[in-house]
T-cell receptor, first 112, second 111 residues
Framework: DQQVKQNSPSLSVQEGRISILNCDYTNSMFDYFLWYKKYPAEGPTFLISISSIKDKNEDGRFTVFLNKSAKHLSLHIVPSQPGDSAVYFCAASMDSNYQLIWGAGTKLIIKP | DTAVSQTPKYLVTQMGNDKSIKCEQNLGHDTMYWYKQDSKKFLKIMFSYNNKELIINETVPNRFSPKSPDKAHLNLHINSLELGDSAVYFC??????????FGPGTRLTVL
């Protein structure tokens, strides 16, 4: 049973436009959400996170939005750059639990 | 200076062999993890150690045994390798569970 779902295996966006990556979760006990970015042949790297007490967190070109009622979060990248081409993983955690629950990832391709 | 390192990066071996993957972190983190990324690209937690103590042990065959000689190291030993063990294995470490730092991965191929 997948508790964290990324339903789009891939997404193609024109350079300079906005990239929106989506993530849904089923467990209402999750209280912290993260996005990781992964290049081929490398490990995932932390990108941005959001606590369940917030609905938005911004860091430069990256903004994460959280809609708790819909159990949905999204990552916005504006403007998209070629170096943003990577696989993006959504992950969630809950207090008192030592593990992250991961989505399957979305491959983002930025077209020049 | 590499934060989380894994060796080897590639490992090709025959079925039935025993192999180890080493992981070291120089970030001073208390918690270390082993993940398996399967053919469908899912990242699945296998083990987690906090201060050298096992805190997560997901449903993993007994052939997999983690060893943590100290807080900076978490090695993964695999006995009697099977074809289905072929995957990319990632080591990670964290101070808090949320922001985990990953190694570059070890691609294991069992022939």
């Amino acid at each position: 049973d997948q508790q964290v779902k990324q339903n789009s295996p891939s997404l193609s966006v024109q350079e300079g436009r906005i990239s929106i990556l989506n993530c849904d979760y089923t467990n209402s006990m999750f209280d912290y959400f993260l996005w990781y970015k992964k290049y081929p042949a490398e490990g995932p790297t932390f990108l941005i996170s959001i606590s369940s007490i917030k609905d938005k967190n911004e860091d430069g070109r990256f903004t994460v939005f959280l809609n708790k009622s819909a159990k949905h979060l999204s990552l916005h990248i504006v403007p998209s750059q070629p170096g943003d081409s990577a696989v993006y993983f959504c992950a969630a955690s809950m207090d008192s639990n030592y593990q992250l629950i991961w989505g399957a990832g979305t491959k983002l391709i930025i077209k020049p | 200076d590499t934060a989380v390192s894994q060796t080897p990066k590639y490992l090709v071996t025959q079925m039935g062999n025993d192999k180890s993957i080493k992981c070291e972190q120089n970030l001073g983190h208390d918690t270390m993890y082993w993940y398996k990324q399967d053919s469908k690209k899912f990242l699945k937690i296998m083990f987690s150690y906090n201060n050298k103590e096992l805190i997560i042990n997901e449903t993993v065959p007994n052939r997999f045994s983690p060893k943590s000689p100290d807080k900076a190291h978490l090695n993964l030993h695999i006995n009697s390798l099977e074809l289905g063990d072929s995957a990319v294995y990632f080591c990670a470490s964290s101070r808090l569970v949320e922001e985990q730092f990953f190694g570059p991965g070890t691609r294991l191929t069992v022939l």
